[in-house]
């Protein structure tokens, strides 16, 4: 699938930062920290060959049409061009063979685009189509392709084989089969059409840090007085003070030691996640691991402010 005459391609050299900032790598940050983003990919992975395997027969009936049709285009176009270059006469017989074969090779093109998008101009998201992956998986990737999907938000693009950046539609977002574009395997992207343009070149990257999207979709409002919290951070808590790996922890590098606790926190959620599957993102946790690091870089001995080293 290309991206069309507009926008346009930007012969932009690759920084050293661009594969963290690939759309599948920010979505496995959205789902769990670092020390955790191998097992996010996988869950990543799971979803997206669910979607595949959801349309693959679909999605290659059509494609095998096109092709037939497509080929008997070509071979009528060079029957025409022969029969011109001999001088021979053929009057209306091949555009009258010609015209239906077009149509019906670009058909298939028509039906998967608006199996994506709906009929006409893109003007709205569609319902995404998620076969499995759990509900607060899915929900996080959804936030995710929302914010995307405005056009306020960090501008996706592709590389292509010569390094050109080409910039793709926020709508792209928009589309049912938005899931796939977080798959590893190109020939599952390639089943997305852009709404405009026919093929994407290669892995789409964003134009923003991991940690700005994530701050950008953090939420706002904190609970009140008297209401009920969504998750048992309380639980959590007590169940940390008695594990022993805590003694385990660096506090030598303030980061790694939040971090940590971070990791140990998820892991908690979502071993004891109801039937649900849904456990708190890890930006929801990361403010109840800083107090932790801290206090234990305290009792330890270290300063107040922990700076370990300072």
């Known amino acids: 699938m290309s991206a069309g005459k507009s926008p346009a391609a930007i012969p932009l050299a690759r920084d050293n930062n661009e594969d963290r900032r690939s759309l599948a790598r920010i979505a496995a940050r959205m789902l769990a920290v670092a020390e955790l983003e191998d097992q996010a990919l996988e869950e990543i992975d799971r979803i997206a060959s669910g979607i595949e395997r959801a349309v693959r027969i679909e999605y290659l009936l059509l494609a095998v049409s096109f092709g037939i049709f497509a080929a008997f285009t070509l071979t009528g176009l060079l029957v025409w061009i022969v029969a011109g270059l001999t001088g021979t006469d053929l009057g209306w017989r091949p555009m009258i063979i010609l015209v239906p074969m077009i149509v019906l090779a670009a058909a298939p093109v028509l039906t998967w685009r608006v199996r994506q998008y709906g009929l006409g101009p893109v003007h709205a998201k569609r319902p995404a189509l998620y076969p499995i992956g759990a509900t ?82 953090k939420p706002k409002r904190r609970a009140g007085p008297g209401r009920e919290p969504k998750y048992a951070y309380t639980d959590s808590l007590i169940n940390l003070i008695d ?68």
Not at 160 to 183: A, D, M, P, Q, V
Not at 245 to 273: C, G, N, P, S, Y
Not at 290 to 295: Q, S
């Open 243 to 310: 594990n022993p790996a805590l003694d385990e922890i660096d506090l030598t590098d303030e980061t790694k030691a939040r971090r940590q606790v971070e990791a140990m926190l998820v892991t908690w959620f979502q071993d004891h996640a109801d039937t649900s599957g849904d456990s708190p993102r890890a930006d929801m946790v990361r403010p109840y691991a800083e107090k932790i690091a801290k206090r234990l870089w305290i009792t330890r001995g270290g300063r107040a402010d922990f700076s370990p080293e300072a």
């Open 136 to 217: 607060a998986s899915v929900d996080t990737l959804e936030k995710l392709f929302e914010h995307l999907g405005r056009r306020s938000g960090p501008r996706a693009y592709f590389r292509t084989r010569s390094g050109e950046k080409r910039y793709l539609s926020h709508r792209i977002f928009w589309g049912r089969l938005r899931g796939l574009l977080l798959s590893d395997n190109a020939s599952d992207c390639a089943m997305v059409l852009p709404p405009l343009g026919f093929r994407l070149g290669g892995d789409i990257f964003i134009e923003a840090e991991p940690e700005e999207i994530i701050a950008a979709l």
